[in-house]
Every structure is written in structure tokens, then in C-alpha cells.
């Protein structure tokens, strides 16, 4: 058992505190930008909570950040009431952001100067790979740092992988979202194109999910597109549309050519145009081909 504080209680974040208490028995202190959130946690797992990142931080083992943005991550990691000033020498930071590899690399050095452990953590898997404690974690950070966090990262993790230096966490996961740009759009296309051409839509998935088709995307979203549905469920277009705007700006600065991802995130632009931002981003492409 650890001293272990989680910051943010989102779709993400309350579930896989959730899984530090109760499934791996740590003794467990959140905090929520809207502290009403933190205190309902609090009723439904036990555990505590806390006013302030510092004081939730403090003398924790490990403390696990999962917020918005770039900016959202400096809010709670800096300041007098940021988590570096409430963490003791010898603790580990582990964000589970997406953001990018250049505030991951600024927070890894602003930790190592203060003698904390860091390691830029983004998961994927969704809400229910949060609920069900089966996230695909992707790590930036020095191994025995890794080495050290990993048992408490496992209790919400399917697999959890060391990929290099601090910011490569973050970097494979623009590898991760750039893919699902591209499989999610020619999921639409081919969903919608079997409509089109009046073909049983659940006996053509049948048959092609069991060849080199088959996808993540079309095992779980196909039925959605093909009833046209794309509210109240998945991963949010507004939220793709953030993971996109990182990975193409590195692209910019790493001389990288993404003209799919690109492409595709013009067309979550016209989603989020047509009130869709809160739609599942890979169901709701197809809007864009079947209705007017």
C-alpha cells in the first residue's frame, strides 16, 4: 500500500482513482478543480479529499495528474499550491494527460531539480477502458522511475510500457490518435458507402471484421455509424479535435507530413460546426457523408 494523490476527476480520472482504492488498496487524496466532484468521490469510494494540489500532494508516494491541457497541467503543477510544492523528495509525479511532449519535458526537469520522479503517462482505451481498469498507458520518463511507478499504474492498466525519454509517453500517443484519425474516416466512408449501395450493413462487418479490415474502430463503433447515432457515448469530438491540434503541431515542428490527420480533423471542425462537439469522434464522421 502507498500514499498516492490523483488530480482530476473527470470521465478519465474518477474511475481510475476509483481502481488505486479499491482495487489496489492505496490510501488515496483527490482533488478536482470543482471540489463538488472530489467530495461525491469521496462518498462513493471513501478515501479524502483536498483544497489545493500541494495539500493533496503531500507526503505522497506517488501523486497521478489526469486534467485538459498544457495550461490545466502547469495550474496544478506550479505555484505555491501546486503539487511540487507539496511533494516530498523521492516521490514520483505521473501525468495521464494528453498534452504535449514539450510541457512534459519542462515538467520532468522542473521535478528532477526539486529531486522528484516523473513520467508523462497518456492512456487510451476510453471511458470504459477507465471504467473497466483495461488502459493501453504509453510512458516517457528514466526507468527506474518506471520501474518504481508501474504496480500502482497497473491497477487501471492493460498494458503499461516504458517507450523512452521523457516525452515519448506523450509523442506515442500522437502515433496512437494520428491512426485513429485515418481508420475512424475510412470506417465512415466504407459504413457509408454499403448504405449507399443497399448492402446489409451488420452482414458485411461480419464477414470483413474477420480479414485485414478489422479494427478497434469497427468492432466497437460500426453499429453506432450504421444506425447513424454518434450522442451520449465515446470519445468526445471537441476532445479529438485537442489531441489533433498537438499532434499536428509537432508535426510542424518535427518537419512531419500528416496530410490524413489533417484532413480529418477539418472534417471534426464541420462536426463541432454543426453542434457535434460532444459527439463520439469516430461514429460521428459519418453524419458528414449521409445527411445533409
Known amino acids: 500500500m502507498a500514499k498516492v494523490a490523483f488530480l482530476g476527476l473527470g ?10 482504492l479499491k482495487k489496489g488498496g492505496h490510501e488515496v487524496t483527490v482533488y478536482n478543480r470543482t471540489a463538488a466532484k472530489a467530495q ?5 469510494y471513501g ?26 497541467l502547469r495550474s496544478v503543477v506550479y505555484g505555491d499550491n501546486g503539487v511540487l510544492a507539496g511533494m516530498k523528495k523521492g516521490a514520483i509525479l505521473v501525468d495521464h494527460t494528453t498534452a504535449s511532449a514539450t510541457v512534459a519535458r519542462e515538467i520532468f526537469q522542473k521535478a528532477r531539480d526539486k529531486g522528484i520522479g516523473f513520467v508523462d503517462a497518456p492512456v487510451s482505451g476510453g471511458q470504459a477502458g477507465a471504467v473497466n481498469g483495461q488502459l ?16 500502482v499504474i497497473d491497477v487501471y492498466a492493460k498494458m503499461a510500457a516504458l517507450i523512452g525519454e521523457p516525452g515519448a509517453g506523450q509523442l506515442t500517443k500522437m502515433v496512437n490518435q494520428i491512426c485513429i484519425a485515418g481508420i475512424a474516416e475510412g470506417l465512415a466512408e466504407a ?43 465515446g470519445f468526445a469530438t471537441e476532445w479529438m479535435r485537442k489531441d489533433m491540434g498537438i499532434c499536428l503541431d509537432q508535426a510542424r515542428r518535427s518537419g512531419a507530413r500528416l496530410p490524413v ?10 462536426l463541432e460546426a454543426r453542434g457535434g462537439k460532444r459527439w463520439d469522434s469516430t461514429a460521428g464522421l459519418i453524419q458528414l457523408l449521409l445527411k445533409d
Open 11 to 20: 470521465v478519465m480520472g474518477y474511475p481510475m482513482a476509483g481502481h488505486l
Open 40 to 44: 461525491q468521490w469521496v462518498k462513493e
Open 47 to 72: 478515501g479524502k479529499s483536498a483544497p489545493t494540489p500541494r495539500e493533496a500532494a503531500k507526503d505522497c508516494d506517488f501523486v497521478m495528474m489526469c486534467v485538459g491541457n498544457d495550461d490545466d
Open 136 to 151: 493501453g498507458i504509453m510512458c516517457g520518463g528514466e526507468p527506474p522511475t518506471f520501474d518504481k511507478v508501474k504496480p
Open 191 to 233: 459504413v457509408a458507402f454499403a448504405k449507399r449501395n443497399n448492402l446489409d450493413v451488420e452482414k458485411v462487418i461480419g464477414v470483413i471484421s474477420k480479414g485485414a479490415a478489422q479494427s478497434w474502430q469497427m468492432e466497437n463503433r460500426w453499429k453506432q455509424m450504421a444506425e447513424l447515432k454518434a450522442e451520449g457515448f
Open 261 to 270: 490527420a489533417a484532413l480529418v480533423d477539418q472534417f471534426w471542425s464541420h
